[in-house]
């Protein structure tokens, strides 16, 4: 699976837009972009995902390069609730594979929001 | 989104004995299930992936005479952890997928904090 490269941290005030970024230089034709977050003692849960156009949902925006080599997770507004490690994450389709659908989490993001 | 449950939230056993942890989807089937491990400050590694009806394909390094997988219906999978020892104590995570294709979301449960004492 193609490898990406967070930031150990990032910190943000509260209120305030949070850009987190991820690289992935060698993302495949068909490797979906995937973010989930996982606070503290939960388990991970879903953000957002996109192919090549950005997206947007209720939770954050998707930011894709053109070349697709990065990305950049936003969250509008930043609230201590946001407060967790994000991972950003390839997730390949291999017909018969067995790396069928998994996903591969590297050490991720970890997000601190100041009050 | 989709809820995933697991039970129990927190098991303490002894050495030796064995523990079963469920993992069920509420509100939708699931054809794929996920089975995560991780240790505290480390990331989510992945034990196995189990599909409705079939056997479990583990990942390299995991001992599936260990770790008994069942995923005997569409929301509902197990896993045993047999002759557990103080070095199996971690927080163990299930997800469930509607689809395996690369776009399905996978759907988290909140984990299982397992300590063998």
């Known amino acids: 699976d193609a490898k990406t490269t967070q930031p150990n941290s990032m910190e943000s005030n509260e209120e305030e837009p949070v850009h987190l970024p991820c690289n992935h230089s060698?993302?495949?034709?068909?490797?979906?972009i995937h973010w989930y977050r996982q606070l503290p003692s939960q388990g991970p849960e879903y953000v957002i995902h996109?192919?090549?156009s950005n997206v947007n949902n209720r939770m954050a925006s998707l930011a894709i390069a053109e070349d697709r080599k990065s990305s950049t997770l936003i969250l509008h507004r930043a609230t201590l609730r946001d407060a967790a490690v994000y991972y950003c994450?390839?997730?390949?389709?291999?017909?018969?594979?067995?790396?069928?659908?998994?996903?591969?989490f590297g050490q991720g993001t970890i997000l601190t929001v100041h009050p | 989104g989709a809820v995933v449950s697991q039970h129990p939230s927190r098991v303490i056993c002894k050495s030796g004995t064995s523990v079963k942890i469920e993992c069920r989807s509420l509100?939708?089937?699931?054809?794929?299930m996920f089975w995560y491990r991780q240790f505290p400050k480390q990331s989510l590694m992945l034990m196995a992936t189990?599909?409705?009806?079939?056997?479990?394909?583990?990942e390299q390094g995991v001992e599936k005479d260990k770790f008994l997988i069942n995923h005997a219906s569409l929301t509902l999978s197990t896993l045993t952890v047999t002759s557990a020892h103080p070095e199996d104590s971690s927080f163990y995570i299930c997800?469930?997928?509607?689809?395996?294709?690369?776009?399905?979301?996978?759907?988290f449960g909140p984990g299982t904090r397992l300590t063998v004492l």
């Open positions: 509100d939708f089937q699931a054809t794929t």
């Open positions: 060698t993302i495949s034709g068909t490797d979906y």
């Open positions: 997800s469930a997928s509607v689809g395996s294709r690369s776009y399905n979301e996978q759907f």
């Open positions: 996109g192919l090549t």
């Open positions: 189990s599909n409705e009806g079939s056997k479990a394909t583990y």
């Open positions: 994450i390839l997730k390949s389709y291999v017909a018969g594979g067995t790396s069928y659908g998994k996903l591969t």
